[in-house]
């Protein structure tokens, strides 16, 4: 029975799951991002987010500290000169799993562990979205500036797509429907 034991132990003994954990922090640090199983990501997180917490003071006992745990000089000195300065403000959560379903040869659980502040792909999102906001639904039934609708802000571009490419100049496709009708709407009737 495990009554009272909060740690995994991964099916290993204690020095072979210190020395693991050790190693795998070390890659973690390295390289901001690695793919394990679920069980050993999750005892990982457990692991490293108290030696990245420890790593926001730059002294020589915190170093010592995590050098105790991490036991390479490289991923101590990567921790502190790289990691540190840019979790400085976050108040925890240093690390994300996420689950990439299951191992072929043997069914485990497979998830990549990554910190949250190195991954790129996220930020870079939420900047691109903020630029262009493409959405039909809050545009719908609005009217512009030049009081059209949003159904003929729409109708212009499927009409561009369904025409064959010919140069034309910008200034003729931005003016002002006058007296002629575009392709796809019926002639007014006065």
């Known amino acids: 029975m495990r009554h009272g034991n909060k740690n995994n132990a991964l099916g290993r003994k204690k020095a072979h799951r210190d020395s693991m ?4 922090a070390c890659s973690l640090i390295e390289h901001k991002r690695i793919e394990t199983t679920l069980a ?9 987010e108290p030696l990245i917490t420890k790593s926001k ?7 010592r500290t995590v050098f105790s745990y991490l036991r390479s000089k490289e991923a101590t000195a ?8 840019k979790v400085a403000d976050r108040p925890g959560g240093y690390t994300r799993i996420i689950k990439l379903g299951n191992r072929l040869g043997d069914a485990a659980e497979l998830a990549m562990i ?8 996220y930020s870079a999102k939420e900047k691109a979205g903020a630029e262009v906001k493409r959405t039909r639904r809050s545009r719908r039934g609005k009217s512009g500036a030049d009081g059209t609708g949003a159904e003929a ?8 797509a369904a025409a064959p490419k010919t140069e ?23």
């Open 153 to 160: 802000k729409e109708e212009a571009p499927k009409a561009t």
């Open 57 to 63: 003071e730059d002294s020589t006992h915190s170093r």
């Open 114 to 121: 990554e910190m949250v502040d190195f991954n790129t792909l």
């Open 78 to 85: 990567a921790l502190f000169r790289d990691v540190a300065p």
């Open 21 to 24: 954990l050790s190693n795998m």
């Open 168 to 190: 034309k100049p910008k200034a003729a496709a931005e003016k002002p429907k006058d007296d002629a009708p575009s392709a796809g709407e019926e002639p007014k009737s006065e």
């Open 40 to 48: 050993k990501a999750k005892a990982l997180r457990i692991y490293v």
